[in-house]
């Protein structure tokens, strides 16, 4: 069984960054994607962007140009460095690894945008 652990998650002011880090707890073969979700109180969990076997990326409208997404195969993470956030930003935010035919989630790491 696979887990995935979230990390870089906190309070950060409007313009401000955050770079969240996902890292699995072993080397994981045949993946299709690595990515990024969130979700907002009272809102339904949202692609953030995901980055595909094949390198091609994807964002959602809402961050591109402020959000972007990169793994480290040797250590087994995924990153999300966040730029100019927003106080719409604040969300938890879950990492999502899909493999073979299998879909792993991480526990979520709060972001919260505000002065």
């Known amino acids: 069984q696979v887990q995935l652990v979230e990390s870089g998650g906190g309070l950060v002011q409007p313009g401000g960054s955050l770079r969240l880090s996902c890292a699995a707890s072993?080397?994981?073969?045949?993946?299709?994607?690595m990515g990024w979700y969130r979700q907002a109180p009272g809102e339904q969990r949202e692609l953030v962007a995901v980055?595909?076997?094949?390198?091609?990326?994807d964002y959602a409208d809402s961050v591109k140009g402020r959000f972007t997404i990169s793994r480290d195969n040797a250590k087994n993470t995924v990153y999300l460095q966040m730029n100019s956030l927003k106080p719409e930003d604040t969300a938890v935010y879950y990492c999502?690894?899909?493999?073979?035919?299998?879909?792993?989630w991480g526990q979520g790491t709060q972001v919260t945008v505000s002065l």
């Open positions: 980055i595909f076997s094949g390198g091609s990326i």
């Open positions: 072993r080397r994981i073969f045949s993946i299709n994607s």
């Open positions: 999502n690894v899909k493999f073979s035919v299998y879909t792993t």
